[in-house]
């Protein structure tokens, strides 16, 4: 899969125009934003002579800061010493607007310098788009070392976001955001997808990072400490030649490493970072010492083993690159040995390496593209000049909404007052857009002209003023369009009246003006016209009303229950209107006729109160679960209120006979369909650990969603004083934390616990885990395997080692789904019930994860996947900048 390049024609070609290409050395092809410098500052940056502006004029949000003295210095580079953050907002982007636009190759990268800014001493953690997409998570190590992500892009739109998004886990910020265009014939790998960039390394320098302007496309070749090796370098100059296109620059090319022992070989070993992740490998070669007659230098590249190129001898002071033609295969492991050969005199040398995890972005971003539309195009929703006419109505204006980024993709991020569509085959096309009510000074902005494919337009209740213009009656596919509650004077155009008038347009505007009268409308039969065609919005504001009455009731009855439902000390039960007799509750169930389930806290009984279907759980006087269990069920479901969480109907408490009465949910248990919590942790204050998790007490109404059940061993996690509590063992065998109990994992079937009985939050979280694990193999928490029975995570591991995820998903989804997704779900599954609980994830990253999957899923059902066999991550030990991740 790998090879090198052959001199032709038609690479001397490419080569030339590359090396005119860099010659230019002009930073025309360059984006270059040093974020939280003051606005309209620009600067020259004395070690590369990069010119550097500030980002005030790629995004309208954020919050300039410097970091802290004490973290500044001149290795970290001057643009690390400011940042801006963002406090605000789910979502903030910058958006650059490269010169050579859509369909080019570029190298983007973003820069993150922590150095104590907010003086909180805590490092954040967020997420980065690139478009649409998820590009990486920031994660920082410390304070005062910078974090690099880059990537080789093909930009699909002169427009490219790059944004910040909150979750949950500190405040998003940035240091400098750096935009290359590369020559056409370089990385050409990327018709596979996105080069991100895992590491890039200069073998033998000693002297630092190499960049601008030894490499005009200004990328960063970092040194790197090899082992067991000897540094060789020339004065000489090394030449591009007629063997590589990456044009790596000659600083780098001077530099080489050779085994120090006389081994004649020298190995490079890695394991991945991520299982799904596809790897390319570029590897630099070029003979830098002067051979002797005698002396020759010939080497194998082994991957894993396996030939992957040679034999290869290097040439003199000429780069030759070895490179992946697609990705290289999965492996649990990798070792790239360089031998060499029986023939060869001389040891191998290696000169430089730069590894790409392949980064597949699959959603389109919203159509944008400039010049006249064809007919085709006209009719499949094309407005081709739309997102810069929104950028004038936006800068006009100075509309104060959040509109960053991508207008309508992805989808939970759409601009606000846009209305975008969807299809499987194109991308999203925006068909609407509401700034009614927006402040909206002075006339209709030109650049609605542009807005030819929209079906709705409201403008209504601004101050805008003149008059209202003719080319609004050129929007051929406009539907509706609201003019009322503006300062219009003149007539209304004739074209609009028109459509009005066939039906073709529903027209909304004032009979009245504050100058001129609109003359078209003062005749008895335009107004007839309007009573019937053209819409007044009374309906609407009534609506809105309606609405906030509702909402006002709403906010009240909630307040008078929760002030019924306080409890009084040593009373018990007193809650709102939802306590049953005895008597009621056998009414309810028939005489507790129909049987739904059981536990070890008695049964569980179907009914009706009126005409709702209830579930009636009732404790029996030899429930393992007792009257205190009772208590805290019925108290956290009157307390705790979510879509995923069972709804409390009511409960009895009378004498002995105690019921919660619940929501009823018609399909069951999800373990009964799988054979045959982020709420309670982050929502809830204090945290509520539910302390038994597991698939029989997941619960599916009529839609199959899924709500959480059985909260009597449930308890309030406390925020201060301490990270755990200390409580009995409860639980269920096989989902039970076996850590935080202290079970004998090697007796976790017996359920022998030592005396630790420590609860935390991350105990749920294993439990979750096995969840997960269960639902995704379609195997119990226990199962035999081998003749033995073992845990389901165990049996996982064993499945692991085949490296192959069709191995252990559930046999009956027939291999219909993403590999990718399911790879992720597993190691999630995995990290979960991790031994440690400090290694597991918290349910808001677990939630967070689980999206991604349903994001990569989704994308597999609108674009079809490349079947790509891959190379995983490369994790190298480097003091190079960025760091290897």
């Known amino acids: 899969m790998w090879q090198g390049f052959l001199p032709t024609l038609v690479s001397l070609g490419i080569v030339l125009i590359s090396v005119l290409v860099h010659g230019q050395d002009d930073q025309s092809g360059f984006i270059s934003i040093d974020c939280g410098i003051l606005e309209g500052s620009t600067y020259t940056d004395n070690v590369t002579g990069i010119n550097y502006v500030s980002d005030a004029d790629f995004i309208d949000s954020g919050e300039t800061h410097n970091i802290l003295p004490i973290y500044n210095s001149f290795t970290i580079g001057t643009q690390l010493n400011t940042l801006t953050s963002f406090p ?75 944004c910040l998004v909150n979750t949950g886990r500190g405040t998003p910020f940035i240091s400098a955001i750096e935009m290359r265009v590369l020559a056409g014939d370089m990385y050409k790998e990327t018709d596979f997808g996105s080069l991100y960039l895992f590491t890039r390394v200069d073998f033998g320098s000693s002297y630092g990072t190499v960049r601008y302007k ?7 070749w970092g040194p790197i400490n090899w082992p067991n090796s000897t540094f060789l370098y020339t004065l000489d100059k090394v030449s591009t030649g007629l063997f590589t296109t990456i044009d790596p620059p000659s600083e780098v090319m001077s530099t080489a490493i050779m085994p120090k022992y006389p081994i004649n070989s020298f190995n490079i070993n890695w394991t991945p970072d991520n299982t799904t992740d596809k790897f390319f490998m570029y590897m630099h070669f070029a003979e ?32 030759t690159t070895i490179y992946s033609t697609e990705p290289e295969t999965v492996a649990p492991m990798y070792t790239l040995v360089i031998n060499k050969t029986k023939n060869s005199t001389l040891p191998p040398i290696i000169n430089a390496l730069e590894i790409y995890t392949l980064k597949w972005l699959p959603q389109r971003q919203t159509y944008d593209q400039d010049g006249d539309n064809s007919p085709d195009e006209r009719l499949l929703g094309c407005s081709l000049k739309l997102f810069a006419a929104l950028w004038s109505i936006k800068s006009s204006y100075m509309v104060r909404k959040n509109w960053q980024g991508d207008p309508c993709a992805p989808q939970e991020f759409v601009w606000d007052g846009i209305g975008c569509s969807y299809n499987d085959t194109g991308s999203p096309r925006i068909v609407s857009l509401n700034l009614s009510t927006s402040g909206l000074n002075g006339e209709i ?9 929209m079906h709705t337009l409201d403008l209504s209740n601004n101050n805008l003023t003149g008059v209202v213009p003719d080319f609004l009656s050129g929007m051929n596919f406009l539907k509706v369009l609201n003019l009322k509650g503006n300062n219009f004077i003149g007539t209304v155009p004739a074209g609009l009246l028109a459509k009005a008038n066939k039906g073709l347009l529903s027209l909304s505007f ?14 008895n039969r335009c107004k007839r016209e309007k009573d019937s065609k053209i819409i007044v919005p009374v309906v609407a504001a009534v609506a809105s009303l309606f609405m906030i009455l509702v909402a006002l009731t709403a906010i009240w009855m909630i307040k008078k229950q929760i002030a019924r439902g306080k409890r009084k000390t040593g009373t018990g039960l007193e809650i709102r209107k939802q306590q049953y007799t005895y008597s009621e509750v056998q009414s309810f169930t028939d005489n507790f006729s129909v049987v739904i389930g059981k536990g070890g806290f008695g049964t569980v009984y179907h009914g009706y109160i009126g005409d709702i279907e209830v579930a009636v759980k009732m404790l029996s006087e030899s429930s393992l679960q007792g009257d205190k269990e009772f208590q805290a069920e019925a108290y956290l479901l009157l307390s705790v209120h979510h879509k995923n969480l069972t709804s409390l109907v009511g409960y009895c408490n009378e004498g002995n006979h105690k019921a919660i009465i619940y929501e009823y949910m018609a399909k069951g248990n999800l373990e009964s369909h799988l054979f045959g919590l982020e709420y309670l942790h982050h929502g809830c204050k204090p945290p509520i650990v539910h302390r038994d998790v597991k698939c029989t007490n997941i619960l599916l109404n009529g839609t199959f969603q899924a709500k959480l059940a059985d909260f009597g061993l449930s308890r309030a996690f406390p925020t201060e004083g301490g990270s755990h509590i200390s409580t009995a063992v409860a639980g269920t065998p096989g989902y039970l934390d076996p850590e ?7 007796r976790i079937l017996a359920c022998r616990y030592y005396t630790s009985n420590r609860l ?40 692991l080692a085949n490296g192959n995820v069709k191995t252990i998903v559930d046999p009956r989804l027939l291999e219909d789904f993403d590999t990718n997704s399911a790879w992720k779900a597993v190691e999630l599954a995995m990290a979960c019930v991790a031994r440690t609980p400090s290694r597991r994830p918290t349910m808001n990253e677990v939630v967070m994860e689980l999206n991604d999957c349903l994001v990569t899923e989704r994308a597999r059902r609108e674009t079809q996947t490349k079947t790509l066999p891959g190379l995983m991550s490369l994790n190298m030990e480097s003091a190079h900048d960025p760091n290897p991740r």
């Open 445 to 453: 902005d030109p650049g609605f002209a542009n807005l030819t494919m």
């Open 288 to 319: 830098i010492e002067i051979l002797k007659r005698n002396q020759t230098r010939e080497f194998n590249i082994y991957l894993n083993g396996n030939l992957s190129y040679g034999p290869f001898s290097p040439l003199n002071h000429t780069t």
């Open 510 to 523: 004032d009979s009245e003006s504050t100058g001129d009268t609109l003359s078209s409308c003062d005749m």
């Open 760 to 799: 935390t939050e991350k105990s749920d979280v294993y439990s979750f885990g096995v969840v997960l694990l269960v639902i995704i193999t379609g195997q119990p928490a226990v199962t035999k395997y081998d003749n033995d029975n073992i845990h389901i995570s165990r049996w996982v591991n064993l499945m």
């Open 88 to 162: 605000k907002n789910t979502r903030n982007c910058y958006t650059l607007k490269p010169t050579q636009g859509k369909g080019n190759r570029y190298l983007i990268r973003a820069r993150f310098m922590y150095g104590n800014y907010d003086f909180n001493g805590k490092l954040p953690e967020f997420d980065v788009y690139l478009g649409p997409d998820y590009w990486d998570t920031v994660k920082l190590n410390s304070s005062d070392k910078p974090v690099s992500m880059e990537i080789i892009h093909v930009a699909s739109s002169d427009y490219v976001h790059v």
């Open 740 to 746: 935080s109990f202290g079970i004998n994992a090697t």
């Open 214 to 220: 030894a490499d005009g496309y200004d990328r960063l």
